[in-house]
């Protein structure tokens, strides 16, 4: 009964420790996950997509400026968001009105870029990815 005893505790001992090793690993990569650094860039990756498909109406003068008062010619129009509210809530994409809008989510006469074609699913998630990442201004 005393050996038994004895095995027992140290199945239990090496099942604590197996534990206790499989958390502190998994808690490792967690961390190592946040401070990877970003792998997008708001000025050579975000930006280019917006000159090309969005700052011709989302500038003074354009007619998506004038509907929403988005202006995507700067990080700080970006963040400003819409004079109905913010466009990117930094880290969470899907909250994110952005790309609620550019994924096609919501009424066909709000989807961005209005009567053009979809943005492609690589530029699409590029900006998912920045906002993911916290949405900096880099």
């Not at 003068?61 to 010619?73: A, M, V």
């Not at 870029?113 to 906002?131: F, N, Q």
């Amino acid at each position: 009964m005393t050996r038994w005893l004895r095995v027992s505790t140290a199945v239990v001992a090496v099942l604590a420790a197996a534990s206790f090793s499989h958390d502190a690993v998994a808690q490792s990569a967690k961390s190592k996950q946040k401070q990877r650094p970003p792998t997008i860039s708001y000025k050579e990756d975000v930006v280019p997509i917006f000159k090309g498909r969005c700052v011709e109406c989302h500038q003074p003068g354009g007619t998506g400026f004038d509907t929403s008062g988005l202006d995507l010619r700067t990080y700080a129009g970006v963040m400003k968001g819409t004079k109905f509210g913010p466009m990117v809530v930094k880290g969470d994409p899907d909250a994110s009105s952005l790309m609620a809008l550019l994924d096609w989510r919501v009424k066909p006469e709000i989807r961005m870029p209005h009567g053009m074609k979809k943005l492609s699913t690589c530029d699409r998630d590029t900006i998912r990815r920045w906002i993911a990442e916290g949405a900096l201004d880099n």
